[in-house]
Nanobody, 123 residues
Framework: QVQLVESGGGLVQVGGSLRLSCTAS????????MGWFRQASGKEREFVAA????????YYADSVKGRFTISSINAANTVYLQMNSLKPEDTAVYYC????????????????WGQGTQVTVSS
């Protein structure tokens, strides 16, 4: 089993920045691909960003490309999501997820999930 714990959410004004962290524990060798998803109130969960831990190859949703950056520190089993130029539409609960395979865009393919952290962008 893998446990994921997110932190770093909060309230920020439009144009501001936040950094989310996700720390994995347990069978971390199973966390080849790690991703961030978000779910706004009344909406479906959507892909935000993903990273392959061994190669640092990253992927982003078009809506966040150029504003968000995903990175990882493998020695600490931690993945970050740096969020800049935040917009009201970025308001959501953000979830960290991990899987042991290559597919990264679909939430159903991830094996492990964190509890989520709220990000609220006020206008």
């Amino acid at each position: 089993q893998v446990q994921l714990v997110e932190s770093g959410g909060g309230l920020v004004q439009v144009g501001g920045s936040l950094r989310l962290s996700c720390t994995a524990s347990g069978r971390t060798f199973s966390t080849y691909t790690m991703g961030w998803f978000r779910q706004a109130s009344g909406k479906e969960r959507e892909f935000v960003a993903a990273i392959r831990k061994r190669t640092d190859i990253t992927y982003y949703a078009d809506s966040v490309k150029g504003r968000f950056t995903i990175s990882s520190i493998n020695a600490a089993n931690t993945v970050y999501l740096q969020m800049n130029s935040l917009k009201p539409e970025d308001t959501a609960v953000y979830y960290c997820a991990a899987r042991d395979g290559l597919a990264y865009r679909t939430g159903n393919e991830y094996n492990y999930w964190g509890q989520g952290t709220q990000v609220t962008v006020s206008s």
